[in-house]
């Protein structure tokens, strides 16, 4: 590093030691006053600086899914996605190496309902915080796999963007975890790039031709970052598509990508790539027929689904060999068959609930999804009664309307009650709950 930065290698060891700030990205589906009064991030119209770290487990929005809470230097790829494929495009995304989902989530914003997104995670342990972190956020137009990279063969060519921020060394992350840099070595350092030009290697061809690929890591090597871009440039058939920033920005530009240096960036050490695919690139075939053994949902059983959602004929709904319902976007229903299709471990839409007789008992997805209808029962809670409900105790109010009902905050829902005559259930997931004391100790 200091003969990579000269003179400016003594601002950057003082930047190292000092606290790393604190930044979140706010949803735009899921508005909240109160977070619109924070310090912009410039690059991300939706990030905000924090003055100090909160605790975000004692925030009811934090569930709700008002927020995500990302790393400031990361949320650059929203600039990038700006300046090569267009905010709000109908693009199909694939983001192949996910969790625990920040990238996905800004993903998802930056596309809107017309795009499609794949987020995938190849560690099992890691796909329920994705899925988490993703049902907060409220969209449809997904799906999650749990697949190894070069199991998407069958996909070459889909998709119009796909994202690698690869498993790397984490430089850039030192000073936010003092166990990572206990870790790093030079053979660690050349077993990251190995596994991140294997990952390259099954991505490149994902890419339809005239698509991008974005690749990221945080680091600072270029044996990690700069060498493995022109790797792909040389095996994969792509040329970099150039970006540009304001200055005032302090984002350095390297012969092959872009790199945020924390004496320069108000963030953590993150570098960037964007590529543009130029080599022909077969297109996998697409299907119109849903998974084997799922049903459409028969005409009695229709207005009893289609009532929780605001716009019911923007969704097809089936059910699952297992019994679950699940809403799937029409918009995207040849992309969401496809995947289903090619990927044995995956889910697509939402999964909303089972039908039990004449009533659907909701699922938690279906709870935080943006599409709900807004006239569903709803018991707005205060502050501390949100966080009650948060770790799974049953409220009651006489005021409430009996049957499902959302316990929301500030208008945010946060999960289904089934109000009673004088108790009612919580349906929070048990995955969910706040382990952690509550104001007053509970």
């Not at 790393?71 to 700006?82: G, T």
């Not at 989902?101 to 890691?126: C, P, Y």
């Not at 089972?354 to 279906?366: C, F, I, T, Y």
């Not at 316990?407 to 009650?417: C, F, K, T």
Request: glycine share 8%; proline share 7%.
């Amino acid at each position: 590093m200091k003969a990579d930065l000269g003179s400016e290698f003594p601002a950057f060891l003082e930047a190292m030691s000092q606290p790393p700030p604190v930044s979140i990205r706010r949803n735009p589906a899921k508005p909240s006053t109160e977070l619109a009064q924070s310090e912009p991030i410039p690059w991300q119209p939706d990030g905000r600086y924090l003055p100090e770290r909160p605790s975000f487990t004692l925030d009811p929005r934090f569930h709700a899914g008002a927020y995500y809470v990302q790393e400031a230097s990361s949320m650059l790829i929203y600039e990038a996605l700006r300046q090569t494929t267009g905010i709000g495009q109908p693009l199909r995304v694939l983001d192949l190496c996910a969790a625990p989902g920040g990238k996905s989530t800004l993903l998802l914003s930056a596309i809107g309902e017309a795009g499609f997104l794949l987020s995938n995670e190849v560690i099992q342990s890691r796909i329920a915080p994705l899925k988490m972190n993703l049902e907060k956020w409220g969209h449809a137009n997904l799906s999650v796999s749990n697949h190894d990279p070069e199991d998407f063969g069958r996909l070459n060519g889909f998709f119009d963007l796909v994202v690698v921020d690869a498993p790397c060394s984490g430089e850039g992350l030192f000073r936010k975890d003092e166990d990572a840099a206990s870790h790093w070595s030079e053979a660690s350092v050349a077993m990251c790039a190995a596994r991140q030009q294997r990952i390259l290697s099954a991505a490149k061809d994902l890419v339809r031709t005239g698509g991008v690929m974005l690749y990221s890591t945080c680091t600072f090597n270029s044996l990690e970052n700069e060498q493995n871009v022109q790797w792909l440039m040389d095996n994969g058939g792509f040329e970099p598509a150039a970006l540009s920033f304001p200055s005032e920005w302090g984002i350095a530009t390297q012969k092959l990508g872009y790199q945020c240096f924390p004496h320069r960036v108000r963030g953590e050490g993150f570098f960037m790539a964007c590529l543009r695919k130029t080599g022909e690139q077969p297109i996998a075939a697409a299907t119109t027929n849903p998974p084997k053994d799922w049903q459409r949902l028969t005409s009695r059983e229709l207005p009893i689904v289609q009532a929780f959602f605001s716009k019911p004929a923007d969704f097809e709904f089936y059910r699952k060999p297992q019994g679950e319902v699940v809403a799937l976007p029409k918009a995207q229903l040849d992309t969401l068959f496809t995947v289903a299709s090619a990927l044995r471990k995956r889910s697509i839409g939402i999964e909303i609930g089972e039908l039990k007789k004449q009533d659907l008992v909701p699922s938690h997805a279906l709870a935080l999804s943006n599409d709900l209808h807004p006239d569903l029962p709803k018991a707005d809670l205060e502050r501390d009664e949100a966080l009650l409900f948060l770790k799974k105790e049953n409220l009651w109010k006489p005021e409430w309307q009996r049957g499902w009902t959302l316990a929301s905050y500030g208008g945010l829902p946060l999960g289904w009650m089934k109000v009673l005559d004088n108790r009612s259930n919580n349906y929070l997931p048990m995955d969910w709950r706040i382990r952690m004391a509550v104001d007053g100790g509970r």
